[in-house]
């Protein structure tokens, strides 16, 4: 986690990027927090084939992208594209914590 010295982490500063980085690889898994898969769901995926099933997990990749930018827009009016496009990565990556 970032050091408390009165800076806001911000997506285009390399040392906080290896630091967040860093962070998340050192962390557990926490069993409590893993997801299962609906039995619905599941049975809609098994009925796939397997490019059907890469095709959603790419439009799913693209909506989470979508209205993440979204979000981060109206959090930080003041970040460029390129900001932006890099804490989306950072969060798909490493989570949001």
Do not use: F
């Amino acid at each position: 986690m970032k050091r408390d010295t009165g800076e806001k982490w911000h997506p285009n500063r390399r040392s906080d990027w290896r630091e967040r980085e860093r962070d998340a690889m050192e962390r557990q898994v926490d069993e409590d927090r893993i997801e299962v898969v609906d039995d619905a769901v599941a049975e809609v995926l098994r009925r796939q084939t397997p490019a059907q099933r890469i095709l959603t997990a790419l439009k799913l990749n693209r909506l989470v992208r979508l209205r993440l930018e979204g979000h981060l827009r109206t959090l930080h009016p003041d970040w460029d594209a390129k900001a932006i496009q890099v804490e989306i990565a950072r969060r798909m990556l490493l989570g949001s914590d």
